[in-house]
């Protein structure tokens, strides 16, 4: 690459260069997400993987794809990028393991007004960190500068996964059936939805989220750019051992968009709402913006970021297992027999 150099398209806001030193950067993170179906180093065309389906009878593949959204403004603000990326892989893989995908790799996508070569490296270092800890392994991905687009300071942040599950093994909610217990798996706060909504009720261009919050126990920005948990492994854990009848990822939309989307037409969850481990930043988001507690649902996770339907007899065995894998699980609910979809009572 030495010899490649163009003063023209320099001249017009493009540097080459710069995406070449990002690449060298970035091997270092992309290095530790290696797994053995990896074949292709970083700087080719095409992302190679070999996936192992030994034991696999019918293997289908599931892919998903998803970006950070306007969370992109908090790190900018905070000048902090080394995180962010977590959030983009979680986007990605926790909506396949609703199906029971394993994730076997990853690619990103980041346009960005100009390229400084250290901070592309920062952002790709969360996205590796993310695909640790999904399992899975980053083969690829793209750096763009867009000159006259984006401000040089800006960027934005996509990615794309592709997993396999045997086709007998996918969750099937065709057995979700009244009675089933429902299990919330904790969220580590606002995770990667609703943004703007965040951004306009913290007047975040305009005051300080730097600043302590006692009710927080960090600052408000620390707050809003804690990771996206990512829950791939212990929900693997968990179907290996239990039946897993329905999976929802709440994401934009909250419990009432996104848990209906996960059961058959007929089933209502009916949560609990006393039993909600609902966390402080979004009891301070909800008191600051004066925001009714319907929108709160149909907006954040509130606390839980993935919920799970398995048989009402086989919920402390789940609950046992998922602590086991380091997931402070609880049950929330139970299905019943309604067209409600959700119901918060």
Same mark, same amino acid.
């Given at each position: 690459m030495e010899s490649s150099f163009s003063e023209s398209y320099k001249a017009a806001?493009? #540097?080459i260069t710069a995406g070449y030193k990002s690449v060298e950067l970035m091997k270092q993170h992309i290095k530790r997400t290696l797994t053995p179906g990896a074949m292709s180093d970083i700087g080719g065309f095409g992302?190679? *993987?070999?996936? #192992?389906?030994?034991?696999?009878q019918n293997p289908? =593949? $599931?892919?998903?794809? #998803?970006? @950070?959204?306007? &969370?992109? &403004? +908090? !790190?900018? =603000?905070? %000048?902090k990028h080394d995180t962010i990326g +977590? %959030?983009? $892989?979680?986007m990605c893989v926790n909506d396949v393991i609703c199906c029971g995908a394993k994730p076997l790799f990853f690619l990103d996508? +980041? !346009?960005?007004g100009k390229n400084i070569p250290e901070k592309i490296a920062a952002i790709v270092s969360g996205v590796a960190e993310g695909c640790v800890q999904a399992g899975c392994a980053l083969i690829g991905g793209e750096t763009a500068e867009h000159p006259g687009?984006?401000?040089e300071e800006d960027y934005d942040l996509a990615g794309f996964t592709v997993g396999v599950v045997d086709r007998d093994k996918i969750f099937d909610n065709n057995t979700v059936q009244a009675g089933d217990a429902i299990i919330a798996l904790p969220s580590t706060g606002v995770h990667s939805n609703g *943004?703007?909504? @965040?951004? &306009? @009720? *913290? #007047?975040v261009e305009n005051k300080d989220i730097n600043i302590y919050s006692d009710e927080l126990g960090k600052t408000?920005?620390? !707050?809003l750019l804690t990771p996206t948990k990512i829950y791939v492994k212990p929900v693997l854990a968990l179907a290996e051992k239990v039946n897993i009848k329905a999976v929802s990822h709440i994401t934009g939309g909250g419990f009432y968009e996104n848990i209906p989307r996960s059961l058959p037409d007929g089933f209502t969850a009916q949560i609990d709402r006393k039993a909600l481990r609902i966390l402080p930043i979004f009891d301070l988001l909800q008191k600051t913006g004066n925001i009714p507690e319907r929108d709160m649902f149909n907006t954040y996770n509130m606390g839980v970021g993935m919920s799970l339907v398995v048989d009402s007899d086989k919920a402390d065995e789940a609950l046992q297992i998922l602590k086991s894998n380091g997931e402070d699980a609880y049950l929330i609910g139970e299905i019943t027999k309604s067209d409600a979809g959700v119901v918060i009572a």
């Open positions: 806001g493009v #540097d992302g190679l *993987f070999l996936p #192992d389906l030994t034991g696999i289908v =593949l $599931v892919s998903g794809t #998803d970006g @950070v959204g306007t &969370k992109l &403004k +908090i !790190a900018m =603000l905070l %000048d +977590i %959030d983009c $892989v979680a996508y +980041i !346009a960005c687009m984006m401000p *943004f703007s909504l @965040v951004r &306009k @009720v *913290f #007047d408000v920005g620390e !707050a």
